[in-house]
C-alpha cells in the first residue's frame, strides 16, 4: 500500500505561483499512474490534472489548462504540480493520488480510479 504526502500549500497572492509535490513512500512509484485533485469548501472534488506511469501523456482540466503543470520523477517517487498565474478561484485543497494500473500509457481523470490519497495541502489565493 503507497502513502502520499503532499507538501508546498500556502497562502499566495492573485497572479503568483506555487509548487505543489507528492511524495510517495513506495520505491515503485512508476507502477501508478498519478493524478492532482482539488476540493474548495462547499464543492465536491473535482480533477486537476493527471500523468501517466510513464511520464509521456499528461491531461488537464480546461480551468487549469495553460497555468498548471503535472510532472513526476519516479527514480525520487515524486509527483509535482507547478500552478502560475494562479486565481482566487484556484483556492482549495489539493490531494495527490495514486492509480494501479498495468497501462503504462493509461490516463485517469475520475475519482473512483484513484486507490490511494494524499491528505491534502491547503492553497489559499488571495491579496
Known amino acids: 500500500q503507497v502513502q502520499l504526502v503532499e507538501s508546498g500549500g500556502g497562502l499566495v497572492q492573485p497572479g503568483g505561483s506555487l509548487r505543489l509535490s507528492c511524495a510517495a513512500s513506495e520505491r515503485t512509484l512508476s507502477r501508478y499512474a498519478m493524478g492532482w485533485f482539488r476540493q474548495a469548501p462547499g464543492k465536491e472534488r473535482e480533477f486537476v490534472a493527471a500523468?501517466?506511469?510513464?511520464?509521456?501523456?499528461?491531461r488537464y482540466a480546461d480551468s487549469v489548462k495553460g497555468r498548471f503543470s503535472i510532472s513526476r520523477d519516479n527514480a525520487k517517487n515524486t509527483v509535482n504540480l507547478q500552478m502560475s498565474s494562479l486565481k482566487p478561484e484556484d483556492t482549495a485543497v489539493y490531494y495527490c493520488a495514486a492509480c494501479t494500473t498495468n497501462v503504462e500509457s493509461g490516463i485517469y481523470w475520475g475519482p473512483e480510479d484513484y486507490n490511494y490519497w494524499g491528505q491534502g495541502t491547503q492553497v489559499t489565493v488571495s491579496s
Open positions: 500523468i501517466t506511469r510513464n511520464a509521456r501523456g499528461t
